[in-house]
């Protein structure tokens, strides 16, 4: 039977994930490890994949609180792009969101300071008569 490059690699990866699984089982046991196992699958043949010097370029991107950049190198780096592409929409949508309500909540603020410099200055009056 004549393996490809791409088998041995995807046995190899699989390989890897036991082991990680392994370690997380051992270490904080079956039952935190069945909450684990879901996200090293997913993640984790993206970091087996990296060399040390990536990973530690993207723990101090994470370390460092550059959260939507940690995130978009591992995502980038995940077999589904489609899905990496949908994030990216997603996200760009939600900035702009957010800069929408950083602007509605500056208007609420402003308004709600009027109008209680507005009730400060009644209070003032009817102290003063």
């Known amino acids: 039977m004549s393996e490809t490059v791409g088998t041995i690699i995807a046995e190899a990866g699989k390989e890897t994930l036991q082991i ?51 995130y978009s190198e591992i995502v980038a780096k995940l077999p589904n792009q489609e899905l990496a592409d949908e994030w990216a929409s997603i996200n760009a949508k939600m900035q702009t969101a957010n800069v929408q309500n950083a602007q509605n909540v500056d208007w609420q603020s402003e308004a709600i300071t009027t109008f209680l410099k507005g009730l400060v200055m009644i209070a003032t009056s009817t102290v003063m008569l």
């Open 20 to 70: 990680l699984i392994g370690r997380v089982v051992a270490k904080y046991g079956k039952t935190q490890a069945s909450l684990l196992t879901p996200i090293i699958t997913q993640y984790g043949p993206v970091f087996a994949a990296m060399t040390a010097t990536e990973v530690w370029a993207w723990l101090e991107l994470a370390t460092k609180g550059n959260r939507f950049k940690a």
